[in-house]
């Protein structure tokens, strides 16, 4: 496979670092962005073909990743559309919003297009990926798409497209959600007097342990939490806390909430 990421920013460098990582040779890899900090910033994840011109891009590769953001997609797309058609690259769109209706709109002809939705954990090759295929999608383009995500991580097929936008408020912007409890947790341990290194690692390494047992382990993540939580002991007084202070229902708003921004995105950039 040659794979040519349009948009060099943040999640590209994620999934080149998780492809590199995984074995692929950087010099099957292009990037295209006018921004020379961004392409510097990737370089120095691994040495891939870099450049400023989506348009010599698309003659190396035969497969397409749009990374760049929603809100600049049409005019990406519609400024590649006839290098697409003359190449037929399988397109691969990580665009949170982006339907691959308004995709192919722009693109003109009946583009392969794979949307998906990674997420930056990508980079460390622990990556949470959902995908959809349009009806130009060959079996072939399929694999290519499952080969690349599952190359950084978990990469999960959905069968209707608007459950990407579920994924995204869960599983895209959730590695946001976990840092935040971490940057809670290093701060109320500091308010306790200890040191920033000792919070900070202690918060990490507690991270890393309760997914590492939530994955490994045969029972849920309820009952994971029932084990540490002794009767009348501390476990119970904070989680009492949490509960109280509505948690459960915090989170439900704050995915319910990114779900609904995908959700307009989508329609104000149909409208565009
Ligand atoms: N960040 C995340 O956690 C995730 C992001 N996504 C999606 O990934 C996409 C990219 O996000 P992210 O990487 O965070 O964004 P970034 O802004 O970090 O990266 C986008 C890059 O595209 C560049 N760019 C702008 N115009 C063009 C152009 N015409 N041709 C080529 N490149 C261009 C930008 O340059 P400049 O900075 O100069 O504008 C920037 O370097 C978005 O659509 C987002 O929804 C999906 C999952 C997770
Ligand atoms: O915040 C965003 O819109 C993007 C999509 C998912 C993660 N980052």
Redesign the pocket.
């Known amino acids: 496979m040659r794979i040519g990421f ?9 999934i080149i670092g998780g492809l590199v990582a995984s074995g692929m040779s950087a010099s099957n890899i292009w990037a ?4 020379a900090d ?1 392409l510097a910033k990737l370089k120095s994840v691994a040495p891939v073909n870099t450049g400023s011109d ?1 348009l010599a891009l698309i003659a190396e590769v035969n497969v397409l990743i749009l ?4 809100q ?2 049409k ?2 797309a519609q ?1 590649i559309a006839a290098a697409v058609q003359t190449h037929q690259p399988l397109v691969i769109s ?5 339907t691959s209706g308004s995709l192919a709109t722009w693109l003109g002809g009946k583009p392969a297009i794979v949307r998906c ?4 954990p990508a980079l460390v090759r622990s990556g949470a990926t959902g995908l959809y295929a349009n009806a130009q999608v060959n079996d072939a383009q399929r694999k290519q798409a499952a080969t690349i995500l599952e190359a950084v991580g978990l990469a999960l097929w959905v069968d209707q497209e608007d459950q990407l936008d579920a994924v ?1 408020a869960l599983s ?2 959730g ?1 946001a959600y976990f840092f935040l409890v971490m940057e809670a947790m290093q701060a109320a341990g500091r308010e306790m007097g200890l040191s920033d290194e000792v919070a900070n690692q202690l918060t990490l390494q507690t991270a890393l342990g309760a997914a590492q047992m939530a994955i490994t382990s045969d029972v849920d993540a309820a009952e994971l939490r029932r084990r540490v939580t002794s009767p009348k002991g501390t476990t119970e007084r904070a989680v009492n806390i949490l509960e109280d202070g509505g948690l459960r229902q915090l989170f439900a708003n704050a995915l319910n909430g990114a779900r609904i921004r995908a959700e307009e995105l989508a329609i104000e950039l149909e409208g565009e």
């Not at 990374?67 to 929603?70: D, W």
């Open positions: 349009i948009g060099g920013g943040n999640m590209a460098s994620s295209s962005d006018p921004n961004s989506n990374a760049v953001k929603p600049i997609m005019l990406v400024d990580i665009a949170a919003g982006v939705m990674p997420n930056t995204t895209g912007s590695p």
